[in-house]
Every structure is written in structure tokens, then in C-alpha cells.
């Protein structure tokens, strides 16, 4: 691939909240954290876990946790991705909360690129209430939820969010 293939890959993949009802094949599930697992992460702790979910209860649990999110419920799977402070913490002490935190993020952007590859959509949800996640999934105190994201076959949208002048994020040398 190119740079502009490339670059193209990362244009058309678009947050999608329109799920259609077409499962999602395990070997599909199993390729997006095959892929994830390959993410950077601070001290190769990968201070991150995730919980796969299928089941149309769970998922109304967990729509309703994030605030009646329609997508969260219609999504044929949910990856909740979090953090696993106790891999960072050991090595890093309270610095490993941040690592932790940074580790989950980008193992989820990963999650996200290898679904758009196998062209399943996305939607990354952060707008949730942690505690009642914890609750419904039964996580342990040193996990977090970081991400709720929805995967499956999708409408895109209509349109494309503009984004933001590339002058408006760079500083050179000094802000």
C-alpha cells in the first residue's frame, strides 16, 4: 500500500451509528484483536483488556448506561475496551494510570482500522456512565472502561464531518 492508498484507507473510515442486523463471523472478532494486540503500548505492558459482547440484553444494559445511545443496542457486537491498571502500575506506579489509559486508546484505534480493513464499521463511544458499565460487565477495580465500540455492518452517512485546518493542531517549536 501506498501513501496515498493509505491515506484514502484512513479518509473513508467513518464513525457509523446505522447497524444493519448481518452478524459479524468469529474469525472477524478474532482478526480486529489479532490486530490489536500489535498496538504500541508503554513498557510492551498492554495494559489493556476487552469484553466481547453479543448478547441483545447485555447490549440494552449497555445502551442504557450510555445514555439511551440507539447504536450501542443495534450493533451486532460490542467491544468494551479497557483499561488493566495493575500490568502498567507494577512497572510505572501512578504514572502507569496515564500508560494504562494511553495503552486501551490506541489498542481501540487499532480495533477500528482492522474492522474498517475487513469493511465493518465502527462507532467509538465514550459517553457512558463508568460505574454502571463496571456493574453490568462485572469488571475488576483495576479496570476501567475506556471505550464502548460498536462493530458491525453499517450505513455510512450521508456525509463526512469536516474537519479541522491541519494549522489549527501544529505548533512548530514552541506553541
Known amino acids: 500500500m501506498n501513501s496515498s492508498e493509505f491515506f484514502d484507507f484512513l479518509f473513508t473510515r467513518s464513525s457509523v451509528r446505522d447497524f444493519t442486523e448481518l452478524e459479524i463471523e468469529d474469525e472477524e472478532i478474532q482478526y480486529i484483536l489479532k490486530?490489536?494486540?500489535t498496538a504500541p503500548s508503554a513498557g510492551n505492558r498492554e495494559s489493556w483488556?476487552?469484553?466481547?459482547?453479543t448478547d441483545e440484553g447485555i447490549r440494552e444494559d449497555l445502551a442504557d448506561a450510555a445514555f439511551g445511545q440507539e447504536?450501542?443496542?443495534?450493533?451486532?457486537?460490542?467491544?468494551?475496551?479497557?483499561t488493566n491498571y495493575v500490568r502498567s502500575m507494577s512497572q510505572y506506579g501512578e504514572?502507569?494510570?496515564l500508560y494504562a489509559m494511553e495503552d486501551a486508546t490506541i489498542a481501540?484505534?487499532?480495533?477500528?482500522?482492522?474492522?474498517?480493513s475487513l469493511r465493518l464499521q465502527t462507532c467509538w463511544t465514550g459517553a457512558f456512565d463508568d460505574e454502571?458499565?463496571?456493574?453490568?460487565?462485572d469488571l475488576p477495580q483495576h479496570a476501567r472502561p475506556v471505550a464502548l465500540l460498536a462493530?458491525?455492518?453499517?450505513?455510512?452517512?450521508?456525509?463526512r464531518s469536516e474537519r479541522m485546518p491541519l494549522e489549527e493542531h501544529v505548533h512548530e517549536e514552541t506553541w
Open 132 to 137: 454502571t458499565v463496571c456493574e453490568i460487565l
Open 49 to 53: 483488556d476487552v469484553v466481547i459482547v
Open 108 to 116: 481501540s484505534t487499532y480495533m477500528m482500522l482492522a474492522a474498517h
Open 35 to 37: 490486530c490489536a494486540r
Open 151 to 159: 462493530v458491525g455492518h453499517g450505513n455510512l452517512p450521508e456525509y
Open 95 to 97: 504514572r502507569g494510570i
Open 71 to 82: 447504536h450501542i443496542k443495534k450493533a451486532p457486537v460490542i467491544l468494551v475496551v479497557c
